[in-house]
């Protein structure tokens, strides 16, 4: 293998035995960087040396540094650059300028700058030899980096002497391998010095610490909080639901949550689902609700998760939207009863959820509001029922979602069937989307928008107040201007009053889109459990941020009852403000 390295990267001049480097514009294959690996594996394994070189590329392998080697006319060793010179002596010495006005193109290559005379033919000659060595220098540059493989250059530097023979072609007998590895051998630090001691200190810790991994530490278990042995009340205020309800739950969500194994002391099922509820309930930091609950903030990240998927396993079951004649029938009736409207089978609208921006596309989540959010369609009966949920980025338009949803599909397939939902001016009218009219001029025209008002609106439940507690230091005109709120926005305020890891009041979700869409669906299905137990919110004795109860404000905004003064609030700083 030396032999056609020799042959295809080397070049021989006058003297056959030392050669140099091939000049060539392609450095890319790195030819010359595996060349010197070969030598080194040779030299290194006792191998045949590779003394093909000339002394001047020796010295370069040593050092690196082109500005300690000399070269001389009897290191040139191509052919073309050879002739030249010849050319110089012989042109010169006849002094004809004739032939000097030949030479100058060939000579001003070699990077010659002065005037091409008799007087300068040394410096001229110098410059050619010059330009035929330095320009091989990008290959031994490679090859240095192939004798790094065991570190050659370095012994080559500390002992040349010794090394020389081993490139270089002398007259006496060839070397081998042995004269490198004899002088190259590791010079050990002696028992007791510095350099020993911290050797043998640096082992012993190493030992030290591998064997602190080795041993098992003894974990620490916290004693979990029974929080079914509280009030209804505090379960109601914590978690949202009642009692019964948070049982249930807990008892149809046990299976997949229940740990299968006897080593260590599991999270119970029960203790998994309280703590998902009540950051569900605050948006609060995983921290303090484990610090409440009595585990770790590992298990409760671990813990949301599965809570989250286990609940959406119940969402076919309790969010269904009515296709069907048989379906549609009750939900008429029921916004019927409102304000004569026939055949609406739901009132649909949009919010937001604000999250996290999301990296590394975060632009089309971000919305109107300039936040980062998820826009979740909602659909609703008369009873605040959801009956579907569609979740898209941030920056989409109600009506886009409308289009593209499920829903909004399924309707315009079924649109003869006489059935529509209502929404409001911010969707496109179509057989299937009522929406009212922007300028009515006829009786007819007015009637409708007034039924298309009612059913749409309804008195203002509390839980607006609670959601947004700084409107209860707005004067009580402004409250009762507002006591009607669109039927679909109130089953948001119930939805995020209930669940304020929704609302902009418990902060932004911390999550990626994906994991927030899981959770939303999951307070949906919760929803949609608690309104089928009749639990709309929080019972007419709960105490608002104002000290007022919700009935009384229910009678203010009725007009049965006036504003009390302030002598009739109570010391509302000893109860809980329960959303």
Not at 96 to 119: P, R, Y
Not at 147 to 161: C, F, R, S
Not at 182 to 207: C, Y
Request: hydrophobic residues 35%.
């Amino acid at each position: 293998m030396l032999a056609e390295i020799e042959n295809r990267l080397f070049v021989g001049g006058s003297d056959k035995k030392r050669k140099n480097p091939v000049y060539t514009n392609s450095l890319d294959s790195n030819y010359f960087r595996s060349a010197g690996e070969v030598m080194a594996a040779s030299l290194a394994q006792g191998g045949p040396c590779p003394n093909l070189m000339r002394e001047w590329c020796f010295r370069y392998l040593c050092s690196g540094d082109s500005d300690s080697i000399q070269v001389s006319v009897s290191d040139v060793t191509d052919f073309k650059l050879l002739q030249l010179i010849e050319r110089v002596n012989t042109t010169l010495t006849n002094a004809s300028n004739d032939n000097i006005s030949d030479l100058v193109d060939d000579i001003v290559t070699c990077g010659f700058t002065g005037i091409v005379s008799m007087e300068k033919r040394d410096i001229m000659i110098r410059t050619v030899v010059l330009h035929s060595t330095m320009r091989v220098i990008p290959m031994l540059d490679q090859l240095r980096k192939g004798l790094q493989l065991y570190d050659l250059p370095k012994i080559m530097k500390t002992h040349q002497d010794l090394c020389l023979p081993l490139l270089v072609p002398g007259e006496g007998n060839e070397a081998d391998a042995a004269f490198l590895l004899e002088s190259s051998r590791p010079v050990f630090s002696e028992i007791g010095s510095a350099k020993h001691q911290r050797k043998t200190t640096f082992r012993k810790l190493r030992i030290l610490e591998i064997a602190d991994r080795a041993l098992r530490r003894e974990r620490i278990f916290q004693d979990h909080v029974d929080l079914f042995s509280e009030s209804d009340e505090y379960l109601f205020g914590r978690f949202r639901l009642p009692r019964a309800v948070l049982i249930d739950l807990c008892n149809y969500l046990e299976p997949a949550l229940r740990s299968h194994t006897h080593r260590s002391n599991p999270v119970p099922p029960h203790v998994q689902v309280l703590s998902t509820l009540r950051f569900l309930a605050t948006g609060s930091f995983q921290r303090e609700l484990g610090d409440r609950v009595g585990i770790s903030q590992p298990s409760i990240s671990r813990a949301l998760p599965r809570v989250v998927d286990a609940i959406n396993q119940l969402a076919t079951e309790y969010i269904q939207c009515p296709y069907t004649a048989e379906e549609q029938v009750t939900v008429k009736r029921g916004f019927h009863l409102i304000a004569g409207l026939p055949n609406t089978i739901g009132a649909i609208d949009c919010t937001h959820v604000r999250i996290k921006a999301p990296s590394p596309d975060s632009f089309p989540y971000l919305n109107r509001k300039q936040y980062h959010s998820i826009n979740v369609q909602l659909i609703c009966d008369s009873n605040n029922h959801l009956l579907n949920v569609s979740r898209f980025p941030g920056g989409a338009h109600d009506s886009y979602i409308f289009q593209n949803s499920s829903v909004g599909t399924r309707l315009e397939q079924v649109a003869a069937d006489d059935s529509w939902v209502i929404g409001d001016r911010g969707y496109a009218l179509a057989p299937w989307l009522m929406t009212p009219l922007t300028n009515p001029q006829t009786p007819r025209e007015v009637s409708y928008n007034q039924m298309h008002a009612r059913t749409r609106s309804t008195i203002e439940l509390v839980v607006d107040f609670l959601v947004r507690l700084r409107e209860l230091s707005r004067s009580f005109e402004l409250v009762r201007s507002r006591t009607t709120h669109h039927y679909i926005e109130r089953t948001i305020g119930i939805l995020k009053g209930r669940w304020m890891c929704l609302d902009t009041a418990g902060g932004k979700l911390l999550y990626k889109p994906e994991k927030v869409c899981r959770i939303i669906m999951a307070c949906c299905v919760l929803h949609n459990i608690a309104m089928k137990r009749e639990q709309e919110g929080p019972s007419n004795n709960s105490v608002t941020a104002e000290g007022l109860t919700v009935g009384r404000v229910m009678q203010w905004m009725t007009g049965q009852r006036h504003r009390p003064v302030l002598s009739e609030k109570k010391d509302f700083d000893k109860h809980e403000i329960t959303p």
